[in-house]
Structures are given as structure tokens and as C-alpha cells.
């Protein structure tokens, strides 16, 4: 095994930890990483509660949806860049990963946020020098897709 | 006054009650209702630590951007129905907010979310009978401009 | 060979033949609709001196691009429907393909538009009764994603 | 009147010849740049048969509007990059103008595109070293909202 493999295989578990102990926001969602390698990413939240954004129906609020597709696809993008840079030192590769921002994020909500719990994915679509492009999607423990979304990433 | 005006600021001000008190995710977000009639309609939120996004920056997380507009457009898309259907029974306009929900979302991130409060405002660009289209701005404390954003919203 | 299949192939026939040769705007892109039916729609336009935009690097104007990703949606849309509607009379299908038309698009430019011919497919994400969110691809003739997009079409 | 002010005039009055004049896919729409410069920049067509999207109704092509509001974007926020460069060379300026172009775009139609003629005009949301947001409007001749968009273009 190599090292620059070591070391790619690293950053995205320091990724992974950051993105789910780190960030509040992301505790207040209860994302967890479940895959972050290059060729699957995925991030899944749990129903609770505090997630409701309809009393009545018990389904999730719209806004946790897209909070998930955004971070879903920062993390795309990220993963992305850290496989554009292989074999660059950690301090380069962190610099250039803290850099990274959501541009616009387009959401769309195909059915009501049902499910005890919830797997978002993404696919890059395009890794440029400056500008990241990824296609999400949010289904639910039924294999439903609830919604489906496109980001843009500044990444340089 | 008129009867309908009452009803009309009755249901605006019951929709407020309903969007402060009642949508569990809302108060995670603690999400104001600053003002809503039919000629300004503005939510607030305060920040806190658990709406942070990124840890070093100490700047809201995209999602609640995306959240408090997503909710902003909709009370826009609401007021809007409300206003359409003037005169009708409260029965009829509660049966018809019911249906309203997003269809898509398209949000722009301009600046680093910096503040201690922030303040979202949207502006209806069509009621259709089926549809309707709103834009949305999010502003900090310092009337900085930090996002943007279009919601397609059903309403019939 | 059922009847209803039949007005089926037939209804889609009519489609094809209605977008390359009725609609103008089609006609100055130079539309052709290489494959119409319920598994596969295909679009394609050929590279033309008027479709340029950019006189130096010889490439797609991104107007092109977006009318030609507006049309395919609008097609899926509309193959949605009359899958839907399977069975019904030509004239019901007739009159609720009529009513359909674009709420919303977004277009994602991945790459420049080079290339002799183009290819544009699309995948139905919804078909509600009242709205179709559809995502678009547009490839050039080595199979480059030039560019993606989303539409959300009112089809009732 | 100083030496820069006439520079940015002499730009900005260039790229309308550059506009109207050397793009095919412009003179296909009969694009007509009526005024540029720092504080007002607005986009006309004329409506015309070639134009035409619904034969029967006699309306603009849904991929006309997003066309003109695509190029109306990308000139708002050349014009942008052209005041952020007050000073410099013509031949810096130029250079950095050709990098522009469009990332993504999203397009509401809100109305039929009924008239003799139309009017777009944009207004810059953010200029940031890397890219820019527009917001577009697109009336007819009774100055009616037929169109309205929001395009993320790379300028650096």
C-alpha cells in the first residue's frame, strides 16, 4: 500500500470525523458519514422529532433536506479535490479543502419526507480548478427518492 | 372594518402562531416572525452555537440559510393565497395552506453568514392558480446582503 | 397489438412530428427528435455557424444549449403524461398536452459546447398530477457531458 | 474627464459591437444591446416569427428567454469586472473578460411571452474575485414580468 494511498484514505477519515463531531449544525441533524471513499459517498440522518417540519404528516422539514444535500455535496467536492491533489502534503491539501463553499445549491422536492430514517448520495459532475458541480439525492429507508438536488462548490 | 379584514389579519396572524410554536424544526432554528401582512412579510433568527456550519469562522451553516428561506417563501406563497381568496370562509383558506408546499428551491450564497441576527424577506414575482414563484433575501445585522434565493411553490 | 398501444406509438409519433416541424424556434436550432417512446427520448442538433457563440473558440452559444434542454424536458414531460393517460382518448391526452409548459429551469455549463453534432436525453424524476420535475443531459459527439440541467414542468 | 473614465466607456461600448455584432447566435435573436453602462444595461428582441415556441399562441420560445437572460448575466457581470478593473489596461481587461462565461443558470417563467417587443435587464448580486451573481428580469412592451433569472458566472 502507498503511502500517498495512506495518506488519501487519512484525509477522508478526518473528513469524516470533522463533518460529524465538529460541526454543529450537523449534530443538530445527526448526520452521520456511513461511506467516504472515492468511489461511494454516502450520509444518512435519522427521523427524530426536532426534524418535523409538518406536525400533521410527520414528515421532514424541507430545510433539513437541503442542509443534508449541501453538506452530501461539500463532501462530494471535497473528496473530489482530495483526489485531484494525490501525493501533495497534508497542509497543501487541507488549505485548498478549507477554501471550499456551497456558490448555489438547487433543490427539488419530489415526495413527502417519510421514513424512519434517511441515505444521501452524490455524483460529481464536473471537477474544474475553481468550480465543483455535484448532482445529490435523498432517498428514504424505502429506496424512495424524497429529493434530488445540483450544487455548485468554489474549490480554488 | 370589514369582516374579511378581519379574517384576513386573523389567518395571518394564526399562520405566525402556527410557524413559531407549532413546526418542531422551526424552533430548533428559532425562527421569529417579525412582521406578516400582506405588504411586508419578515422572519428573523438569532445566532447561536448550534447553527453554526463552520467551527473556525464561527458563520451560520448553509442549511439554515437554506431552511429560514425555504419557510420564508412559503409564508410569501401563503399570504399570497390569503390574499387571493379574500371573503372565502376560514375553512376554505385553511383547506387550501394545507396543500402548499415547495416544489424547488434554488439558493445563492453571497457572503459568509456573519452576524448576531439575521433577517429574511421574500417578494412574490407570480400567484398563479396552481403555482407560485417567490424571491427571497437574507440580510445580517449589518444590512449586508449573505444569500438569495427563488422558490417554485404548489398552492392549488 | 392492442389499440391503446397503438395510439400510444401514434401519439408520440405526432409529438416528434409537431417539435421538428411546427414550432420555429425548433427549426432555427435545427431539432431532431432521434428517438421518442416510453424507454428512450432522444434530441439532437448538429453544429451550425448561427449556433455559435463564441466566434474565437468556435463553440455552442449557452442559449442553444438551454432551448435545446428546455424542449428535451418539455418532450419527457410530455411522454410522462401520455403514459399516464394510456387508454384515454387522443382528444383528452390532446388537450391536457396543450396545458403543459416550463415553471422552471436550471442548467449546469460543465464543459464548451465543441463538437459536431450533440445529443440530449432526459430521465423523468416525478410525474405528480400536477407537476413533472425532469433531469436533462447534454452530450457532444465523444460522449462529453457538455452540460446537465433540471426542469420543472406544469402538466395539469 | 479623466483618462480612465474614457477607457471604461471605450470597453463597455466595445463589447456592445462585440455583442451585437460578432456573436452569430445573437444576430439569431436579433439581439440589441439599447444601453450599457455602469448604472443601466439593458437587452432587447424583437418579436418575430423565427421566434416563436407555441404556434398557436404565438409566444416566444421558453430557450429565446433564457437565451437573452443568459447573455443580459454574463454582460452585467462583464460589466462588473470592467468597473473592478477601472485603471488597469485595455489588454488586462480584455484578457480577463474572455474567461468569463456562465457556471449555471436558473430560469422561472412566469408569464407568456406575448408582445412586439421585450426588455432584459440584470443586476449584480455579488462580485467576488472568482465569480459573479446576476439576478434578470425579462418584461414585454406593456412592461409586463414575462421571465426572471439568476446566473453564477466565472470571472477569474
Request: net charge neutral; glycine share 10%; hydrophobic share 40%.
Amino acid at each position: 500500500m502507498s503511502q500517498d494511498y495512506i495518506k488519501t484514505s487519512e484525509m477522508l477519515n478526518s473528513l469524516r470525523v470533522f463533518f460529524e463531531e465538529n460541526i454543529p449544525f450537523n449534530k443538530v441533524l445527526g448526520l452521520q458519514v456511513v461511506s467516504l471513499d472515492m468511489e461511494n459517498i454516502c450520509i444518512r440522518i435519522d427521523m427524530k422529532e426536532s426534524l418535523i417540519g409538518n406536525p400533521v404528516k410527520k414528515i421532514l422539514h424541507g430545510g433539513v433536506i437541503s442542509s443534508v444535500l449541501d453538506v452530501t455535496g461539500g463532501i462530494v467536492a471535497m473528496a473530489g479535490v482530495v483526489e485531484q491533489m494525490e501525493g501533495r502534503s497534508i497542509e497543501d491539501v487541507s488549505r485548498r479543502l478549507l477554501k471550499i463553499g456551497t456558490i448555489d445549491l438547487r433543490i427539488d422536492y419530489l415526495r413527502p419526507g417519510e421514513g424512519e430514517y434517511f441515505l444521501a448520495t452524490g455524483t460529481i459532475m464536473r471537477t474544474g480548478q475553481k468550480v465543483s458541480v455535484v448532482r445529490m439525492q435523498f432517498h428514504n429507508d424505502k429506496e424512495r427518492l424524497i429529493a434530488a438536488g445540483t450544487g455548485t462548490y468554489i474549490i480554488g
